[in-house]
Each structure stands twice: as C-alpha cells, then as structure tokens.
C-alpha cells in the first residue's frame, strides 16, 4: 500500500491550502484515514481524521474552525486549512487507520504517506 501526499507549499498567514492524499497498492482492511504534522524539533501530532462508516470526522483544538478533512471513496482524502497560521508549519503526514483504537492516536494507523511540507510565513 502506498500512500502519495500532496499540495504543501509555502502560503502567508491567513492564507489556505488544500492537501490531497491517494492511496493505491492493493486492498487492505481499514477505518479511515488521518492527517498527522511533524514540526521541526517537535513530535508528530495529530490533524484530522474521518471515518469510512458514517463520516464522523475528528480534529485536534489547533485545526477546529479551520480545517476541513474529506474522502473521495476508500482512496483518497483532503485536507482543506484554512486561516493558516505560522504555527502550521510542518510536514503533513496522511495515514490509514487499520487499528481499532482512537482515532488520535498514531499508533493506530499502519500505513503512512512520506509527507508535504507546508510553510506558513508571518
């Protein structure tokens, strides 16, 4: 299973982004997907999540009101950010959820994208 990030880049403050994540490879049992960051110096944090059943939809306190987490079918995911501050900056990570666990939690996906950096200046 392969997971290919996308659509990182260097916006201003106050600006928006969209990033996209395709999944290809085979078939594979899952939950949903996620969207994780990593920071420089910092550890990986959760984004955003969505379910396959019922598109219940999770987010960390930093991205509610500005983020927006999607699915196109099982292979595809997007994250729409929104008011992007410059402490969104990071490395975006996507993932599938294969584990029964919190959606919160990293442990719980298998599978995980090589990321896209995403730069916000002031």
């Known amino acids: 299973v392969q997971l290919q990030a996308s659509g990182g880049g260097l916006v201003q403050a106050g600006g928006y982004l969209r990033l996209s994540c395709a999944a290809s490879?085979?078939?594979?049992?899952?939950?949903?997907m996620g969207w994780f960051r990593q920071a420089p110096g910092k550890e990986r944090e959760f984004v955003a999540a969505i379910s396959w059943r019922g598109g219940y939809t999770y987010y960390a306190d930093s991205g509610k009101g500005r983020f927006t987490i999607s699915i196109n079918g099982k292979n595809a995911v997007y994250l729409q950010m929104n008011s992007l501050k410059p402490e969104d900056t990071a490395v975006y990570f996507c993932?599938?959820?294969?584990?029964?666990?919190?959606?919160?939690?990293?442990?719980?996906?298998?599978?995980w994208g090589q990321g896209t950096l995403v730069t916000v200046s002031s």
């Open positions: 993932a599938i959820k294969a584990y029964l666990g919190s959606y919160y939690q990293a442990p719980e996906y298998a599978y």
């Open positions: 490879g085979g078939t594979f049992s899952s939950y949903g």
